[in-house]
């Protein structure tokens, strides 16, 4: 059964870190296109940082606002993304989701809440 998991999310102060995890099962992380997306309260969802699949060596895309910041990587060998997040801030308070992509399949994670709040 294809399933991915999101997990690490927490509630953090201003300048604390969160490592987030993208989990998945049912297919080979491999072949795929990773992607991290958030989603604030009001807010549309937007993209946070992305890595191409594990036969390109394309360089990680960021933001603007998380450049310097976060840093995305792939275990492909243990099916899972990360997203390490560093120098957190409040504007970061959102729900974190994975993505992932291979051609016209396209699989979403089920999100984890992340709060920046003094």
């Known amino acids: 059964q294809l399933q991915l998991v999101d997990s690490g999310g927490g509630s953090v102060q201003p300048g604390g870190s969160l490592r987030l995890s993208c989990a998945a099962s049912?297919?080979?992380?491999?072949?795929?296109?990773v992607a991290w997306f958030r989603q604030a309260p009001g807010k549309e969802r937007e993209g946070v940082s992305c890595?191409?699949?594990?036969?390109?060596?394309?360089?990680?895309d960021y933001a603007d606002s998380v450049k310097g910041r976060f840093t995305i990587s792939r275990d492909n060998v243990k099916n899972t993304v990360y997203l390490q997040m560093n120098s957190l801030k409040p504007e970061d308070t959102a729900v974190y989701y994975c993505?992932?992509?291979?051609?016209?399949?396209?699989?979403w994670g089920q999100g984890t809440q992340v709060t920046v709040s003094s």
């Open positions: 993505r992932m992509s291979w051609g016209s399949r396209e699989y």
């Open positions: 049912g297919l080979t992380l491999d072949y795929y296109a």
């Open positions: 890595i191409s699949s594990g036969s390109r060596s394309d360089l990680p």
